[in-house]
Nanobody, 124 residues
């Protein structure tokens, strides 16, 4: 069982930065691939970034490449999403999720554990 708690969302102007954090419970955090998803109003929940259990392999959705960085600290059971050069279209609720596999995945169905979400609002 894994419990996830996100923090770090907020209101920021376009071009600004935010760092989302996700604290995970569980004894063997490094065995879980982690992902960040986002969901805008009336939109589906989509993958933003994912990272393998050991942290060496990462995936980014095309629209965030070069602006967002996913990282994890397995010693602290934490995963982060550094978001730079934010745009109004990044506005959404951001969710942290864990998948019981070592390699990253973009499939929402493979993530069995989800946080409650944190709102990110980017003003123009």
């Amino acid at each position: 069982q894994v419990q996830l708690v996100e923090s770090g969302g907020g209101l920021v102007q376009a071009g600004g930065s935010l760092r989302l954090s996700c604290a995970a419970s569980g004894r063997i955090f490094s065995t879980y691939a982690m992902g960040w998803f986002r969901q805008a109003p009336e939109q589906e929940r989509d993958i933003v970034a994912a990272i393998s259990g050991a942290g060496g392999i990462r995936y980014y959705e095309d629209s965030v490449k070069g602006r967002f960085t996913i990282s994890r600290d397995n010693a602290k059971n934490m995963v982060y999403l550094q978001m730079n050069n934010l745009k109004p279209e990044d506005t959404a609720v951001y969710y942290c999720a864990a998948a019981t596999r070592l390699s990253w995945t973009t499939s929402t169905n493979e993530y069995g554990y989800w946080g409650q979400g944190t709102q990110v609002t980017v003003s123009s």
